[in-house]
């Protein structure tokens, strides 16, 4: 197994050739570490080759991981499917939320943000590739979300974040990644200050630094094949999309 360190290296360096084909200084572009499944242990040791910033997907996995390295002044985002009575517990524990899709959530969250910490910085999730089992708000719904959430206290409406469709196709990556970039321009000319793209991950950031990407979430190029418990119902589609985001 390759160490975190080195695979770390490796990322940084993928990101900084990525960006220089396009014209764009590496600097523009910030690494997530997506730490979901991963022990504490494995967060600890990318913490000490240098990298900062992990984003979670699962709440319960996710606190007890913060209070595990509650030594380390890490940056947690949070990057998964938000429900409602989760709210509170994220609005308390994280600097971002990547996943907000819903006026509800949003304005839960901005209930629930302390008053005592900073603005809660937030992405909206747009479901480009129009999957039924993709969270996110529809393209064409996007404009009004961002507009709403723009003018909520105890938020700091940053961008926009998706999960395009796992396919092997090229083209059709680009395409959804230049989607979310029409959306994200359309926004600025709107007048929206916003400065954040997250978009990216392990098979494809290449392609989203490309399209404008500022913070690619990478998990199995750092931490190495997730592990989950397979259902045994599950098809082999299903298993395949467990495994690779």
């Known amino acids: ?99 907000v899709d819903r006026k509800k959530i949003a304005e839960r969250l901005s209930r629930d943000r302390p008053e005592s910490l900073p603005p809660l910085q937030i992405c909206l999730q747009v479901n480009v590739s129009g999957e039924n089992t993709k969270s996110g708000v529809a393209p064409e719904c996007a404009a009004d979300l961002a507009n709403y959430v723009a003018q909520l206290p105890r938020l700091k409406l940053r961008g926009l974040m998706a999960v395009p469709e796992l396919t092997t196709t090229v083209a059709l990556q680009r395409s959804q990644f230049h989607m979310l970039r029409n959306i994200y321009d359309q926004l600025k000319k709107n007048g929206l200050g916003i400065d954040t793209l997250s978009m990216g991950m392990s098979e494809d950031l290449d392609i989203a630094i490309a399209e404008g990407a500022t913070i690619v979430r990478i998990g199995t190029a750092i931490f190495g094949p997730r592990r989950y418990p397979i259902p045994e119902n599950w098809g082999e589609e299903l298993v395949v999309r467990a495994t690779q985001q």
Do not use: C
């Open 1 to 99: 197994m390759v160490k975190i360190s080195v695979a770390l290296e490796a990322i940084n360096t993928r990101i900084a050739k990525a960006a220089s084909k396009v014209g764009r200084q590496p600097t523009e572009i910030l690494l997530l570490a997506a730490s979901k499944t991963n022990p504490a242990s494995q967060i600890r040791e990318a913490w000490l080759a240098g990298q900062t910033i992990f984003g979670e997907n699962y709440l319960q996995e996710a606190l007890e991981k913060i209070l595990a390295l509650s030594d380390l002044p890490i940056e947690w985002h949070f990057i998964g499917p938000i429900q409602s009575n989760k709210t509170k517990r994220i609005a308390e524990n994280f600097a971002w939320v990547h996943s």
